[in-house]
């Protein structure tokens, strides 16, 4: 639930068995997996994401319906401040993130100085702005990363829209649920450039 959520993130009250509820986003076409985010861990402060793309339609005035191929009409992730301010920060639409075999991405999440020069296109990779202001809150390291699942066809399982329980999100998204890490710029600089075509 939302409450749960905020008590999560402002009072560090997580836990407890808080039951499914649409959240701030969500409607009928779109439901949502949330994380909040830190660049403050000794680790380094760049979040790299890794994770499998769901097939979504090409999208224009041509594309009469949904291809009944497509698992979701629409995909994105974005940075955002925090519940407190709801500002968006920066977003990729699913045509933005290049993907390389079996439809997987790498996304890299930094500041415009932390971020690595192979975080670009061209080396099979995609950057996200880390919130200049943090959560907006006061906390500047802090941010919220939204996965926005639009729009589910009836035979994808594994859709944010599968999940009914709140931790089933890895058991039921899996591979397209990404996973993370943090690292420094030096060391993902280090782990090259992987051109796509």
């Not at 699913?94 to 930094?110: C, H, N, Q």
């Amino acid at each position: 639930t939302l409450s749960s959520l905020v008590g999560c993130i402002s009072r560090s009250t997580c836990g407890g068995r808080p039951t499914l509820a649409p959240g701030q986003y969500s409607n009928l076409d779109s439901a949502y997996a949330v994380a909040m985010v830190s660049r403050a861990f000794r680790a380094g402060p760049v979040l790299v994401l890794t994770g499998t793309m769901p097939t979504t339609p090409a999208t224009g005035p041509k594309v009469a319906a949904m291809p009944k191929s497509a698992q979701l009409r629409y995909w994105s992730i974005c940075q955002n401040e925090s519940l407190a301010t709801t500002r968006v920060a920066s977003c990729l639409p699913d045509d933005a993130v290049p993907l390389g075999r079996g439809r997987r991405y790498t996304i890299v999440s930094s500041t415009p100085a932390a971020r690595p020069s192979n975080a670009i296109r061209r080396c099979g990779v995609a950057w996200l702005a880390w919130p200049a202001a943090g959560d907006g809150a006061g906390h500047v390291t802090d941010g919220l990363l939204i996965i926005r699942n639009m729009m589910s066809s009836p035979g994808f399982g594994h859709a944010v829209q599968a999940v009914v329980r709140p931790g089933q999100e890895r058991s039921v998204m899996g591979r397209y649920l990404p996973t993370s890490h943090y690292t420094t710029t030096r060391a993902f600089e280090a782990s090259g450039c992987h051109r796509v075509r």
